[in-house]
C-alpha cells in the first residue's frame, strides 16, 4: 500500500491500523534546534481522542504519545530539541474490540472503504477498518503539533491555526455569535454558545434512534505571510484542500466563500485594497480567502469542509458480501453519532502540516 506521505519538505507519514497494536508517524525535513517535548504533542492529541462525551465513540483511548527518535537533549540545550532527523511518534492502542467486528469479516459495510479496499488489495482489514478508520487520524494531530513548532520557529509572533465546528445536520451557528473562547468550553468545539445547546438536543435524537448527522467545519489560519505558496501547479489552497479532503469522510472543502461566490457579482467578490495605516495595502474584504493565485495575501486563511454522516449505523442496510450473497447489515459496536466533532483538532493539523511545508518550500525558494 502507497501513497501514505503527504507534504513535499515537510514530509508527514503515518502507519499503523485501527485494531494493530500501535499507530504512528513520521516527520521528516522538520529543521533542527527547534524545543519538543511530548508535552507539546499532547496537548492537541488530548483534544482529538475519543470517549470524552456522550456524542462520540466510546472507545477508551489514552493517545499517550511517545518520541521515539529525531530529538537530543544534554547539558547545552533547555531541554529536548529536534536534530532535523526523522522524528518518529508512536501511539499504543490500547482499547481493540476486534470481536465486535467479526459479523463483517466478509459483508461490505455501505458507505465503508470495505469493497473499494478488497477490490483494490484482494484483502482488507475488517476490524474497525484497518486504515481507512478515523484511528488513524491521531497521527495526523501528532504531526501537526510539530508542524505547529516549525511554524512558530520560522514566523515572528507565529501562526494561528483555529478550527470549529459551524454546522451539524440542518443545524447551523448564528455567525453574529461568534466567540473563539467557546470552541473548548463545549463538546462540540462550536463557536457559538447559544448553537451548541441546539447541537446537544438534535444530536441527542440521532444518537438515540441509533443513527449519525454529518457536519461542517471551519479552519482559520491567521499570521500567514504573503507570499507562501506557487503558481500553476504549487498552488497553496490547492494543497489546502487536497489535505483537508485526504481526511477520513470529507466530501467536500472550499476556500474563502468557496461555492458561495457562484452567486456574487464581479464587484462584490473582489476584495478591494487600500494603504493600510503602516503603508501596506489593505484589503476590505476576504471573500478570496487569503489565497490569490495560489499564493497567500497575508489576509486570514479561511477553509471549510464537509464531513459525512457516520457510515457505521445500527439500522440495516441492503448489502453483499465478498461471495456476491446479497445480505442485511447493521454495524454494531462503538462508533462517532458525528464523526465531524473530533474531526475539528484533524483539520487544524492538516492546515498546520501544510502551511509548515510550504513556509519551508517559500524559504527554500527565495531565501527568507
Not at 75 to 99: A, F, V, Y
Not at 220 to 243: R, S
Amino acid at each position: 500500500m502507497s501513497h501514505n506521505t503527504f507534504g513535499h519538505l515537510f514530509r508527514v507519514t503515518t502507519w499503523g491500523e485501527s485494531h494493530g497494536p500501535a499507530i504512528g508517524a513520521v516527520v521528516d525535513g522538520c529543521p533542527p534546534g527547534i524545543r519538543l517535548t511530548a508535552e507539546d504533542i499532547q496537548a492537541d492529541l488530548d483534544r482529538r481522542k475519543p470517549g470524552q462525551s456522550r456524542f462520540v465513540t466510546q472507545r477508551r483511548e489514552e493517545d499517550r504519545v511517545e518520541i521515539l527518535s529525531g530529538v537530543f537533549e544534554d547539558d547545552r540545550t533547555d531541554g529536548p530539541r529536534t536534530t532535523g532527523t526523522p522524528i518518529s511518534l508512536m501511539i499504543r492502542n490500547t482499547d481493540q474490540r476486534s470481536k465486535d467486528y467479526a459479523a463483517i469479516r466478509d459483508a461490505y459495510r455501505p458507505g465503508h472503504a470495505d469493497f473499494t479496499y478488497d477490490a483494490k488489495y484482494g484483502v482488507r482489514d475488517y476490524r474497525g477498518g484497518g486504515r481507512s478508520s478515523a484511528r488513524e487520524t491521531a497521527s495526523r494531530v501528532a504531526a501537526g503539533a510539530v508542524a505547529r513548532k516549525v511554524l512558530d520557529a520560522l514566523v515572528p509572533g507565529g501562526v494561528t491555526i483555529r478550527a470549529a465546528l459551524v454546522q451539524i445536520g440542518s443545524e447551523a451557528i448564528d455567525r453574529l455569535n461568534w466567540d473563539w473562547a467557546q470552541v473548548d468550553a463545549n463538546p462540540f468545539f462550536s463557536p457559538d454558545a447559544e448553537a451548541a445547546v441546539r447541537f446537544e438536543e438534535h444530536l441527542d435524537r440521532i444518537r438515540k434512534a441509533g443513527s449519525s448527522v454529518g457536519a461542517v467545519l471551519e479552519v482559520v489560519a491567521e499570521g500567514v505571510p504573503a507570499g507562501w505558496g506557487a503558481p500553476l501547479y504549487g498552488k497553496l489552497d490547492q494543497d489546502i484542500a487536497a489535505a483537508l479532503m485526504s481526511i477520513n469522510a470529507v466530501k467536500g472543502v472550499e476556500i474563502g466563500d468557496g461555492f458561495a461566490a457562484a452567486e456574487l457579482s464581479g464587484e462584490t467578490n473582489a476584495d478591494e485594497i487600500r494603504r493600510g495605516p503602516d503603508g501596506r495595502p489593505q484589503f476590505l474584504s476576504n471573500h478570496a480567502g487569503g489565497i490569490l493565485g495560489g499564493i497567500a495575501s497575508g489576509q486570514p486563511i479561511v477553509a471549510r469542509l464537509a464531513v459525512k454522516p457516520t457510515s457505521s449505523i445500527l439500522t440495516a442496510r441492503h448489502t453483499v458480501d465478498r461471495h456476491g450473497a446479497e445480505v442485511d447489515l447493521a454495524t454494531k459496536g462503538r462508533h462517532d453519532p458525528c464523526v465531524g466533532i473530533r474531526a475539528v483538532p484533524v483539520a487544524e493539523a492538516m492546515m498546520a502540516i501544510t502551511l509548515a511545508d510550504h513556509a519551508l518550500r517559500h524559504r527554500g525558494q527565495t531565501g527568507r
